[in-house]
């Protein structure tokens, strides 16, 4: 087998967690995830993440200083493309953002916990996976398939 990048989608869901605890799993998942795949996301897509890690509730887990460097960290990490292509098929509006992203970005996978984005697995050939599946089939393969045979 030959290691090919991904290229990947993380919904604002995904993404909140690896945030507010940079030391867990989720932080970890998308750290491998930008080192090893090419990671997508749309103006759309980026404004809802920043929005919604300005909210005050999470004060309690970390400062909002260290919220926005995460977010331009973020930004710095990832594609920014333009979402060309509509879609109105999943039954939260508010998620069609990642699903048409993620098909304008010819994307293998979308990570997300989100329950109206998970039913719709698989969506126009893209995985839609949790970031424990999303470490299991991609992530974990990547360790066993890489041509270097570093791990």
């Known amino acids: 087998m030959s290691y090919a990048r991904k290229r990947v989608v993380f919904d604002t869901s995904s ?26 996301c749309s103006v759309d897509t980026f404004n809802e993440l920043a929005t919604v890690l300005t909210r005050e509730k999470f004060n309690a887990w970390r400062p909002l200083e260290h ?10 990490s990832v594609i920014l493309i333009e979402a060309t292509t509509p879609v109105t ?7 069609n953002k990642f699903l048409e ?8 996978v979308l990570v997300s916990s989100d329950v109206h ?13 949790q970031l424990a599946d999303f470490k ?3 992530l ?12």
């Open 15 to 40: 993404l909140i967690p690896a945030c507010l605890n940079p030391d867990r799993e989720p932080a970890k998942i998308f750290r491998r995830a930008v080192l090893e795949h090419d990671v997508f």
């Open 117 to 129: 984005l998970l039913e719709m697995h698989p969506f126009r050939g893209v995985q839609i996976l």
């Open 101 to 108: 992203l993620a098909i304008s970005a010819k994307a293998d």
């Open 136 to 138: 299991q089939q991609i």
């Open 140 to 151: 974990s393969k990547a360790v066993t398939e890489r041509p270097d045979g570093l791990t």
């Open 89 to 95: 098929e999943c039954r939260d509006p508010k998620d």
């Open 67 to 76: 919220r926005l460097m995460w977010v331009r960290l973020f930004r710095e």
